[in-house]
Each structure stands twice: as structure tokens, then as C-alpha cells.
Nanobody
Framework: QVQLVESGGGLVQAGGSLRLSCTTA?????????MGWFRQAPGKEREFVAA????????NYGDSMKGRLVISRDNAKNTGYLQMNSLKPEDTAVYYC???????????????WGQGTQVTVSS
């Protein structure tokens, strides 16, 4: 049993958009946790994408997709979101959400992880 579950991945053409969602697997509410998004392509290291504080007041974005995405959360719905726009073939990867105390870009600081959702961008 995993703590978090991602959804919303799929196949899109270059220039298209996707919105990923993240919620608890058990249906329990998040604690006062920050939420981060990471991605990993085959043969490559896991890469930081974005993070948001528990209140939504503080956000951080990685360099690769900065300017092409918006991270948000709706605590009333117990769900986090990652809106991705102007997608490129190099964005193809498995995308993971995770929970931590702070919206850090360091994967080792996250203590709960989802199983990932596949995003594939065609030319």
C-alpha cells in the first residue's frame, strides 16, 4: 500500500497540455505537508519538477520546465495538481508526487511517495 496516488498522465502531442493530480491512497487527509513533483526518464536520474508548501503560499520550480507549468493544491479536496503546458518530447517520463515538511528540491527529504504516472509526448 502506497501513501500517495498520481493520475492524469497519458499521451499528448508536442505543444499540448496535461494536468496531473495527487491524493492519498487511503483517502485520509494530508497532514501539514509540502508536496513535490519529480520525474524520471529511462536511463536518467530522478529530476525535481516543482514543489508547494502545505498552505500553497510558497512554490518552487525546477529549471527544466519552469514557465511551462503551475503547481497548486486544494486541501478541501485533499488533492495536489500539476498543470503542464507546451509539452515537449523530452518531457516524456514517469512523474511522481511526494510529501515532505518543506517544498524542497532534494528527493531525500520526502518521506511519502506515489507509484508514478506515465507522461508521453509525441513529436
Amino acid at each position: 500500500q502506497v501513501q500517495l496516488v498520481e493520475s492524469g498522465g497519458g499521451l499528448v502531442q508536442a505543444g499540448g497540455s496535461l494536468r496531473l493530480s495527487c491524493t492519498t491512497a487511503s483517502g485520509r487527509t494530508f497532514s501539514s505537508s509540502a508536496m513535490g513533483w519529480f520525474r524520471q526518464a529511462p536511463g536518467k536520474e530522478r529530476e525535481f519538477v516543482a514543489a508547494i508548501s502545505w498552505s500553497g503560499g510558497n512554490t518552487n520550480y525546477g529549471d527544466s520546465m519552469k514557465g511551462r507549468l503551475v503547481i497548486s493544491r486544494d486541501n478541501a479536496k485533499n488533492t495536489g495538481y500539476l498543470q503542464m503546458n507546451s509539452l515537449k518530447p523530452e518531457d516524456t517520463a514517469v512523474y511522481y508526487c511526494a510529501a515532505s515538511n518543506l517544498p524542497s528540491d532534494i528527493s531525500q527529504t520526502y518521506y511519502y511517495w506515489g507509484q508514478g504516472t506515465q507522461v508521453t509526448v509525441s513529436s
